[in-house]
């Protein structure tokens, strides 16, 4: 898959000390493939490589500490921008209800989503009303009536006798009188978009005025989905897209296309057939997943919950203005120990294992004992400034902490080399991309 195919590409990158601009072409030009091959658009992958070029020829990447992180960094930046960068909320009517019309092709998953919709307003104590505008596919009504019964979600049907205009006006009317104020309208769907349905779909649409015209595809469909996506917005102005059938096979392509060729934001993901598989979309969350960096969020939470939120920023401070001393160093590490093994930790930092001196970073209590020593044989001044540690004064050291010269010498290396990395990381940790991340 993608996430694969990616992966294999930064892996050789993150494999390499220094970087040549050949290795950065190279890299893209097997970015370019992959997203090519998750059936990306290929006008969206032309203008997407371009710009992370662009990019990472102004951050000067071949300088960097470790350039292959700084062009996966860019890589998934871009991707994030792709799907639309942020976060876009769900509409809300300034008078309640506010209507939701699920439009989309039979069997992309509108009436599922449907309910899952429900079920997650209905969490944050809202009160929505299902409308059962499928008066075509067998059994339609019914199947939502089944939801809305599992759900404990009023359904609003006047059967299959009825225009889909008068059921959605008279659902409206009806949640106005019973107090819902979210009022999801199912609709029918056809195999392919062809005129009477988007008649009727706006004819329901002027009837009702809904706040969010949602269409749902299914992601398995790649470009297609793209497609459909263009024609449907074309006539009923949508006001976001839903993916489903994330949580199958998929190329990936349509999440990363839909956004950038309609300019409609993916509001919703849908990964399953049961009633909680749906999620709000996070551009930053699934670009992640696409580049398997997806452990990055387990390990932010752990870190989050972990670590005094105050003295993290503090340090992040300092890391960013390279103020950090062997005095925070030491207290990095109490805090790295009280989040589990470092080995574990590591390991869900993407890359980070095969990083330079990051493997000899192991710490084990006994290591902490001797670190711990050796700090604390240093002087004020030299903890502050390593870079005055000459070699008498790690003699001294050596002597005073009852270590030997060539354990300062291997400490004092790490530090520098953590002092160079955390400069390097300090701009995608910082407690706001952290914060971004995590929403
Ligand atoms: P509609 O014709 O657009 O209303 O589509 P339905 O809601 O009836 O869904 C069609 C089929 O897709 C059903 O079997 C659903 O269970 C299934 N489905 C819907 N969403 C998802 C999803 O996110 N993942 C998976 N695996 N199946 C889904
Ligand atoms: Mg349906």
Do not use: W
């Not at 339609?140 to 059967?159: H, R, T, Y």
């Not at 960013?320 to 093994?341: I, Y």
């Not at 902490?401 to 940790?429: P, W, Y």
């Amino acid at each position: 898959g993608l996430t694969g195919r990616l992966q294999g590409v930064f892996d050789k990158l993150r494999g390499k000390g220094k970087l040549t601009e050949e290795d950065v072409s190279e890299a893209l030009r097997e970015v370019r493939l992959a997203l090519l091959e998750a059936d990306v658009n290929f006008k969206v992958v032309k203008d997407f490589i371009a710009k992370v070029k662009e990019r990472a020829v102004g951050q000067d990447v071949m300088k960097s500490f470790t350039p292959g992180m700084v062009v996966i960094d860019i890589v998934n930046k871009e991707l994030t921008d792709l799907m639309g960068g942020t976060h876009t909320k769900l509409a809300k009517a300034n008078k309640p209800p506010t209507v939701i019309m699920m439009v989309g092709l039979q069997g992309a998953g509108k009436t599922t989503t449907s309910g899952k919709l429900a079920k997650m307003l209905q969490k944050q104590n809202h009160k929505p009303l299902l409308v059962a505008g499928d008066i075509y596919r067998p059994a339609a009504i019914k199947q939502l009536q089944v939801l809305g019964e599992q759900l404990k979600v009023p359904v609003f049907s006047m059967g299959d006798q009825v225009s889909p205009v008068e059921i959605a006006k008279n659902g409206l009317q009806f949640a106005k009188d019973n107090n819902n104020d979210y009022v999801i309208v199912d609709t029918a769907g056809r195999l392919h978009i062809d005129e009477t349905l988007m008649d009727e779909l706006k004819n329901v649409r002027e009837a009702v005025g809904p706040h969010e015209t949602l269409l749902v595809v299914d992601a398995m469909t790649g470009q297609d989905a793209v497609n459909v996506a263009e024609s449907f917005h074309k006539q009923l102005e949508l006001t976001g897209v839903v993916l489903t059938k994330l949580d199958g096979d998929t190329r990936g392509g349509a999440a990363l296309s839909v956004k950038a060729v309609t300019g409609c934001p993916i509001k919703f993901a849908a990964m399953g057939e049961k009633m909680d598989a749906l999620e709000p979309f996070y551009p930053e969350r699934m670009a992640s997943r696409i580049l398997g960096m997806g452990d990055m969020l387990t390990l932010i939470e752990k870190a989050q919950a972990g670590i005094d939120a105050d003295k993290a920023k503090e340090m992040e401070r300092k890391m960013r203005n390279a103020e950090f001393t062997f005095d925070d160093f030491l207290e990095q590490m109490e805090q790295v120990k009280k989040l589990g093994p470092l080995d574990q930790l590591l390991d869900m930092l993407p890359g980070a294992g095969k990083m330079k001196g990051m493997k000899d970073l192991k710490v084990d209590d006994k290591q902490m004992g001797r670190v711990e020593a050796i700090v604390k044989s240093m002087t004020k001044e030299e903890k502050r400034k390593p870079e005055i540690i000459n070699a008498n004064r790690r003699k001294r050291i050596a002597l005073g902490s009852g270590n030997s010269v060539q354990d300062v010498n291997r400490l004092l290396k790490q530090f520098e080399d953590m002092r160079k990395m955390m400069k390097q990381f300090s701009g995608m940790m910082n407690p706001k991309a952290m914060k971004n991340m995590k929403k």
